[in-house]
């Protein structure tokens, strides 16, 4: 299967800024302005075509990404409500 050059290009675009900066696939793709969807396929399923040793540090950080994710979760829970009860306090006064 030919890859099409922009889509190869995208691909190592992506997968080089993904191993620079430890990103999560959602700020990639907000990042590159395509869709969740096409960053996964972009790096699960096309990278490993064009560069395996790349697409195994890729997969290094997506791995670790989904580990740490509820933690993530939980600490933007906690600053939203954080900044609610502020929010409040700030009202009363």
């Given at each position: 299967?030919?890859?099409?050059?922009?889509?190869e290009?995208?691909?190592f675009?992506?997968?080089?800024?993904?191993?620079?900066?430890n990103?999560?696939?959602?700020?990639?793709?907000?990042?590159?302005?395509?869709?969740?969807?096409?960053?996964?396929?972009?790096?699960?399923?096309?990278?490993?075509?064009?560069?395996?040793?790349?697409?195994?540090?890729?997969?290094?950080?997506?791995?670790?990404?989904?580990?740490?994710?509820?933690?993530?979760?939980?600490?933007?829970?906690?600053?939203?409500?954080?900044?609610?009860?502020?929010?409040?306090?700030?009202?009363?006064?």
């Amino acid at each position: 299967m030919l890859i099409k050059d922009y889509i190869e290009s995208r691909v190592f675009e992506i997968a080089q800024y993904i191993i620079n900066t430890n990103c999560t696939v959602r700020a990639a793709a907000k990042k590159f302005k395509v869709s969740k969807s096409t960053v996964h396929k972009d790096l699960v399923e096309r990278l490993p075509q064009l560069s395996q040793g790349m697409a195994e540090e890729v997969r290094k950080i997506l791995d670790d990404n989904k580990a740490e994710r509820h933690i993530r979760g939980g600490l933007a829970t906690k600053a939203k409500y954080e900044a609610e009860r502020e929010k409040e306090r700030h009202k009363k006064s």
